[in-house]
């Protein structure tokens, strides 16, 4: 997993990736959810390949706690970045106002957070919710903030985790022309930097009138201007911000995301079937969809601080455009 750096803006998707594997492919421990550690005489944490300090690996991927509380998270070097985390309801806006006044935030960062705010509040979704990971700041007067390094250069990992965000149904097709486009539509596509994803959107792969077809039968219809397709997409997404300091101050190198599709819901009304409802379909997806450099940002972060790299995905089907 480490020479993905070597791969660059060519390398093909990685599905199903986690931190977790990540970690074990090189410092391999009994537990595939746990990583080995060892604390260097300068205080920094490092991937031992020894039997070192186990740390259980958190919610968040790619983040891991020691036994006496200390978080870390995997940076794609063998060094760790200690970091430390908040956590809120992502409809609750005093906590967002509280962490946006109250910790020094990189305004990529701040903009992410309430862009991720605004869509749970859009869709009332009381269950969506966040961590925020950000490098640990030390409580002693005259320490410095603790952030790794790559090729001497100091690094540091923001990373919004936001669980269950769901879109609400949105159309994606309506009027007379919903039946055709549900006749030949099977899959979403996901697309980011340098790949496209397909992702079905009905089990079996099949097309979303088939799956109308084959519980109401009713096929014998025309086209009517109430008719309608929607989608509602139900997703955990982790967005990662990688900056480099070369002597000029932090500047922004890479974001990158990894994102866990849950579940999509799609809805068929068609005004001239005998049916004449609604009809559900509620598919479990449980696929994840990575970002080429999300698990190793430093070597392309540092390459790029005068002109960022946007690694961030989006979901397309229809007329919805999903940007994750």
């Not at 020894?50 to 020691?66: F, P, T």
């Not at 952030?147 to 994606?172: A, H, L, V």
């Not at 014998?220 to 997409?233: E, H, I, K, T």
């Not at 997703?235 to 932090?250: A, E, L, M």
Request: proline share 2%.
């Amino acid at each position: 997993m480490r020479k993905v750096l070597s791969l660059l803006l060519t390398l093909t998707l990685l599905v199903s990736s986690s931190a977790a594997s990540f970690a074990s492919e090189i410092y391999q421990t009994k537990d595939s959810n746990s990583i080995s550690v060892e604390r260097t005489i300068d205080g920094k944490y490092v991937l031992s390949k020894k039997s070192g300090e186990v740390a259980r690996r958190c919610e968040e991927d790619g983040v891991y706690q020691l036994s006496d509380g200390t978080l870390l998270s995997l940076t794609g070097t063998s060094q760790l970045q200690q970091v430390e985390k908040v956590s809120f309801q992502l409809t609750d806006e005093a906590k967002l106002n509280y962490v946006l006044q109250n910790h020094n935030l990189p305004k990529e960062v701040q903009e992410g957070l309430i862009s991720s705010s605004n869509k749970a509040i859009a869709t009332n979704n009381q269950n969506a919710r966040i961590s925020l990971v950000v490098p640990y700041t030390p409580m002693t007067r005259g320490t410095q903030n603790i952030y790794y390094t790559y090729n001497g250069k100091p690094m540091r990992d923001f990373t919004i985790f936001s669980f269950g965000e769901n879109t609400g149904y949105e159309y994606i097709e309506n009027g007379t022309k919903s039946r055709s486009f549900a006749e030949f539509t099977s899959s979403a596509v996901i697309t980011g930097l340098g790949f496209v994803k397909h992702v079905s959107l009905i089990a079996g792969g099949v097309s979303i009138f088939s799956a109308w077809e084959s519980y109401v039968g009713d096929t014998n219809f025309s086209g009517r201007s109430s008719d309608f397709v929607q989608a509602l997409v139900n997703y955990d997404v982790s967005t990662k911000y990688t900056y480099v300091d070369i002597g000029n101050g932090w500047e922004i190198g890479l974001t990158s995301q990894n994102v866990y599709i849950n579940y999509i819901k799609t809805v068929q009304y068609y005004a001239d079937s005998t049916f004449n409802e609604s009809y559900y379909t509620d598919y479990s997806i449980r696929k994840t969809v990575t970002s080429p450099n999300f698990f190793n940002p430093a070597p392309v972060a540092i390459n790029h601080i005068l002109n960022p790299m946007n690694e961030t995905l989006k979901m397309e089907v229809g007329d919805m455009t999903l940007h994750f």
